[in-house]
């Protein structure tokens, strides 16, 4: 059997004959007319290839195509004598105007429904992975303390946060969900927007306050947008500030907070609305608890 | 036929019982183990490419697992009850564990004539 994923919804394969390497009960795939036809299919379709690569004189490089990269973990620094806070700051990258926060003392989870900003445990909750239209359910594939509360890869960028340290990245499948499962991490997927320094191109076009996870300056930070942006140029301006690795988190209208401290007295920053609809069951959120502190 | 259904990644090794696996469901680019005592193991690895491990590792005692359409592999050892009209099948040792999974009417009737044949 030259390709095991060759096998159709409506056929089935005995697997492990050993006198017959793959009994099938569907007839050999050289009987089929279609095989045939697409054999005749691919040789002319290959002919034109080549002709029309012959003949156009192209001076193209190839570009590197950048798949499957992660960053390397990266842990919270948790200094248990300070309290947990945000440092935030505000910057300016090609017109687009950017507020970043920076998470002190504070180790980062995931949590399913609207985290309470009294809890005063919490320094900054950011909306996660988007939710489906279609049923409700969280999309793409998502580990909430070891547990898997959905499948899928409709985003290639994701985040592990294993043993409390934050690995981004892009890929199609990465081990990091098993290991998430196995020692109770969390895991969720969101469009990549820097990798290794470089901007990803993403098909959503339209402008929108932008939210982001990113790795700076070899720490972890959120950095939202203060204006209307497109994805191209909020991800643009993430990579010219000098981000490494960021993924998106849900933008427009999403809720969130920070608690920061202003001259020793505590202040909450909340921003977006709380969805009352039951399709925001499983609205979910990336948040800094404090460790203790 | 070797005991164990052995995969294993760059971070990782599994070994698992033959006789323990129940079946295996397609997730895209992962799969789903489920196993008698009712576990769930999520892997990176594609359903085909357990499949030819399973061809590979078990070659000697063959007819022991199918492949059902693109997304089961399934212990025939557990097949329990099958009913192409609604499109179900069940798994069960009538004991420990009983999955009803879904799979395609023509798929479920190929596999009721193999068992049919078996008589």
């Not at chain 1, 001259?263 to 499983?282: F, L, N, S, V």
């Not at chain 2, 359903?47 to 693109?70: C, M, P, S, Y």
Request: proline fraction near 4%; hydrophobic fraction near 40%; aromatic fraction near 8%.
């Amino acid at each position: 059997m030259s390709n095991y994923n060759d096998i159709k919804d409506n056929e089935i394969r005995i697997i492990g004959n050993a006198e017959q390497p793959t009994t099938t009960l569907r007839k050999p795939i050289y009987r089929r007319w279609w095989f045939w036809a697409a054999l005749i299919a691919i040789a002319v379709l290959t002919a034109v290839l080549i002709s029309l690569t012959m003949s156009r004189t192209s001076n193209d490089t190839a570009k590197p195509t950048v798949e499957n990269i992660e960053s390397a973990p990266i842990a919270p620094t948790v200094d248990k004598s300070e309290p947990a806070t945000v440092l935030v700051r505000d910057t300016s990258v090609n017109d687009v105007q950017m507020r970043i926060y920076t998470p002190v003392n504070a180790v980062p989870e995931l949590c399913i429904g609207y985290p309470d900003p009294k809890d005063n445990t919490l320094v900054l909750a950011f909306q996660a992975a988007d939710i489906r239209a279609d049923n409700h359910e969280i999309l793409g594939a998502y580990v909430l303390k070891g547990e898997m509360q959905s499948h899928g890869r409709s985003k290639k960028g994701f985040c592990a946060i294993i043993d409390g340290k934050i690995q981004l990245g892009m890929a199609e499948s990465t081990p990091l969900l098993e290991e998430a499962t196995e020692k109770e991490g969390y895991f969720f997927r969101q469009y990549p927007l820097v990798l290794d320094g470089q901007m990803v191109q993403n098909k959503p076009k339209n402008k929108a306050l932008r939210h982001a996870l990113c790795e700076w300056n070899g720490t972890i930070v959120t950095v939202s947008s203060m204006g209307m942006e497109s994805l191209h140029d909020f991800s643009q301006a993430l990579a010219d500030l000098g981000v490494r690795n960021a993924i998106y988190l849900v933008g427009a209208d999403a809720y969130g907070f920070c608690h920061t401290q202003s001259d020793d007295a505590p202040e909450t920053t909340i921003w977006g609305e709380r969805q009352t609809d039951k399709m925001y069951k499983k609205v979910n959120f990336i948040v800094w608890r404090s460790n203790g502190n | 036929m070797s005991d164990y259904l052995t995969l294993s990644n760059a971070n990782e090794l599994i070994r698992i019982p033959a006789e323990s696996l129940v079946f295996i469901a397609s997730e895209g680019n992962y799969s789903d183990i489920y196993t008698r005592d009712n576990e769930k193991r999520t892997v990176t690895i594609q359903l085909g490419a357990i499949e030819e491990l399973i061809h590979k590792q078990f070659r000697t005692d063959g007819n022991l697992f199918v492949r059902i359409g693109k997304s089961l592999i399934v212990n025939m050892e557990f097949v329990h009850y099958i009913n192409p009209a609604k499109r179900q099948i069940v798994l069960s040792d009538k004991h420990t564990f009983n999955f009803s999974l879904e799979a395609s009417k023509e798929a479920l009737r190929e596999l009721k004539k193999y068992f049919e044949k078996e008589l």
